[in-house]
C-alpha cells in the first residue's frame, strides 16, 4: 500500500494515513483502505484496530481534482462510487473495534473515517464537516447520519460548515477532546480497556452493535446519492467550482 501504513503491535492494528499535503482521498486510497481492513480482520492476533493520519490534516476529503479529471478503470475495478463506498464501510463492516484519531481538519469522506468508527479522539485544533456542497456536489448526509443528530446534519450539509472539535463532543460525536501530544496516548488507553474483556465476546457485541444502524442500510442510503452525484458531477457549476478551486479564487455560480 503506498498511502495507508498497516502495522501490528501485540493485538493493536495501527492504521495510518500518509498523503500529502492534505491526506485527500482518491480512488487508490479507497481501494487501500478496504485492502487493510481486509488484512485485518484476517489477523486473528489483531483484536483492536487504532486509525491515525500524519500531517496538518486528518484528511481534507476528495481529491477534487480527480473528481474533474476521474481514473481510467479497467473491467475488474469498481466503478469510482461503488469504491468510494466499499472503501469506506470496510470501516464499520470490520469485525473488530476501531478507534480513530483526529488531528487537523477531517472533511467530506475524511470525516466518513471518524464516522464509522466506534470511538473518535480529537485535538482541540480538529474540525470535522462535510462541506462538498460547496464544490457543486452530493456530500456525505448518510454518513453523516450515524453519528450525529439529524438537525446537525442538515445544517453540516446546506452550510458546507465545519464543526470544532468541542461541538463535535458536545453532539456526542467525539468521546474527547484531548492535546495532540496526548492522542495517540489516549488512544492506545482506550485499545487497552477494551483488551481487558474477552476477544469473541467483543466481536459479538460488534454484531450486536451494528443491529443499531445495519451497514448495509448506511450502503443503501448512500447507493441513493450517486445518480444525485452524477448529475452533480456535469453541471457547470461543479466545473466552474474545480477551476476556481485550482485558481485559489472565489466560484462564481450560476445555478446551472
Known amino acids: 500500500m503506498q498511502f495507508f501504513t498497516l502495522e501490528v503491535k501485540g493485538h ?6 500518509d498523503r500529502p499535503p492534505a491526506n485527500a482521498m482518491s480512488y487508490q486510497t479507497y481501494s ?7 488484512v485485518i480482520d484476517a489477523d486473528d492476533m489483531v483484536f483492536v484496530t487504532i486509525i491515525k493520519a500524519n500531517g496538518r490534516f486528518f484528511s481534507a476529503g476528495n481529491d477534487v481534482k480527480e473528481l474533474n479529471d476521474l481514473p481510467v478503470l479497467g473491467p ?4 469510482y462510487a461503488e469504491n468510494v463506498e466499499y472503501g469506506l464501510t470496510a470501516i464499520i463492516r470490520s469485525a473488530k473495534p476501531v478507534i480513530c484519531l483526529v488531528q487537523g481538519l477531517a472533511g467530506g469522506s ?4 471518524p464516522s464509522y468508527s466506534d470511538i473518535v479522539l480529537a485535538t482541540p485544533e480538529a474540525s470535522f464537516g462535510i462541506p462538498e456542497i460547496s464544490r457543486g456536489i452530493i456530500g456525505g448526509a448518510p454518513e453523516a447520519s450515524f453519528s450525529l443528530p439529524p438537525k446537525v ?11 470544532s472539535a468541542e461541538d463535535a463532543e458536545k453532539y456526542g460525536f467525539v468521546l474527547k477532546v484531548v492535546p495532540k501530544e ?4 489516549e488512544g492506545e488507553k482506550i485499545a487497552n480497556e ?23 442500510q448506511i450502503a443503501d442510503l ?9 448529475a452533480a458531477l456535469k453541471t457547470e457549476d461543479f466545473i466552474e467550482s474545480v477551476h476556481a478551486f485550482v485558481e485559489k479564487r472565489p466560484p462564481q455560480y450560476k445555478g446551472r
Open 110 to 113: 475524511g470525516f466518513c473515517i
Open 32 to 38: 487501500e483502505l478496504a485492502e487493510a481492513f481486509d
Open 153 to 163: 446534519v442538515r445544517y453540516l450539509a446546506l452550510t458546507g460548515s465545519f464543526l
Open 194 to 216: 477494551i483488551l481487558k474483556n474477552p476477544p469473541l465476546s467483543v466481536r459479538f457485541m460488534k454484531e450486536s452493535l451494528a443491529n443499531i444502524y445495519p451497514p448495509s
Open 182 to 185: 496526548d492522542l495517540i496516548a
Open 222 to 230: 448512500i447507493a441513493g446519492d450517486e445518480g444525485r452525484n452524477e
Open 12 to 17: 493493536i492494528a495501527w492504521l495510518t494515513f
Open 76 to 79: 475488474q475495478d469498481r466503478p
